[in-house]
């Protein structure tokens, strides 16, 4: 669908270098430029309007134009506009909030280090297990498990993680094949053997997770890095019983469990924590998103008193511990973070989007009787449709993610936002999302499927 060409877009062509998107096709394409949102709504240069069913990028879980967030700003701007925690500096709205999100995160006392976005938060995470194992005198122990279809952020280290072939192609990445290992994607619909249950699938991957810290050594095996759903890979849920095989796994050889909450925090897969709907018990968490509503770009590292104490114990030894960034825990982003929690507490957001989980899952469910869909999955306020070109076979389409990208093209059209991760459509609304809008939501979504089943039917992109 050819977008109207103006003023605006034309400048976007000669000087955007857009992140995450395919630049030949945004050269003939043009982009979708918005220009204001309020609520759940989005609005483009062209006065048009989309229901936002990505959040953004999975983040603004308080929609649009929230007054509240606005002025805890503007008060932190006047108040104290910046200052910085490096060298025992410190501020209040840092302080709090610290104390905030340990009490939110229950995975024992522990400490919080700000950073900026989750990608930072990830790489902090990363040199956090090899600076302990350092100083507890490890220093072989530095590998670190990820796993394949991951999304964990795109810097050099933290892009490591990342287990998305455009991540790496390209950029020489992982940094170190010799630190970054990437095991099974806990998708039972691609990954299961025929006939073999979600049960028998969990305990296959746990097998081979431990075959691989056996082969490679479980004394070079620093972390294992999840995210309890994987998000940017496709929004995959993990089978039956796999985290506690997992978790099962990681303790038998002493190696930390870092917990990826960039997407799943703060509401969105029904409990306020991934781990939580999962029941994990994570060593260390990486949040960022939603702990502003995306009102401004803040991460923090929520990592155990003990680790944290065998850091600080070294610092005689090591100096001064060298890690942050000028803006992590910008007083500014932690004001609104804080209020941020407030809204999410004062509104009871976090119960509201549970309740609406069922209602979602069901509409997003049905999509399973379309045609074109293999699986439809989801939890809480997240979900996607996986399209196939046959249904019984599981077939992908033969040109990966050209089908994905007309359904999206029809999404558009029918004023809805959501995201095309090749051929897979994801969702994962604001969560202030309403009973109507869901349906609203679903009712574009189902409009723009069988548009895109029509086209389908004439390009022949279908198998028999
Ligand atoms: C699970 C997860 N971790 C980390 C990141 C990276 O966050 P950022 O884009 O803020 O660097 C993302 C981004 O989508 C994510 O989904």
Redesign the pocket.
Known sequence: MALKMGDIEARDLDNLFHPWTHLGQHKNNGPMVLERAEGVYMYDNHGKQYLEGLAG??CTALGYGNEELAQAAYDQIKQLSYAQLFASKSYEVGIELAEKVNTLIPIGKSRVLFGN????A?DTQIKLAWYYNNVLGRPEKKKIISRVKA????TLA?GSLTGLPPAHNGFDLPIREDRFLYTDTPHHYRGAEVGESETDFASRLAANLESMIQGEGPETIAAFIA?PIM??GGVILPPETYFKKIQEVLNKYDILFID?E??CGFGRTGSPFGFQSYHLSPDSV?V??AITSAYQPL?AVVVKEEIYQAIADASDKMGIFGHGYTWGGHPVSCAVALKTLEIYERDKIFDKAAALAPQFQARLAKFSDHPMVGEARGMGLIGAVELVSNKRRKSPFEVPGKVGGQVLNFCHANGLICRAIGDVIAFCPPLIITSEQIDELFDKFEKSMSQSLDWAKKEGVLLD
């Open positions: 990028l999975w976005s989750g990608s930072d990830n999304y964990h952020g795109i933290a995210e998000g940017a990826d960039v997407i990486s960022a998103k991460s």
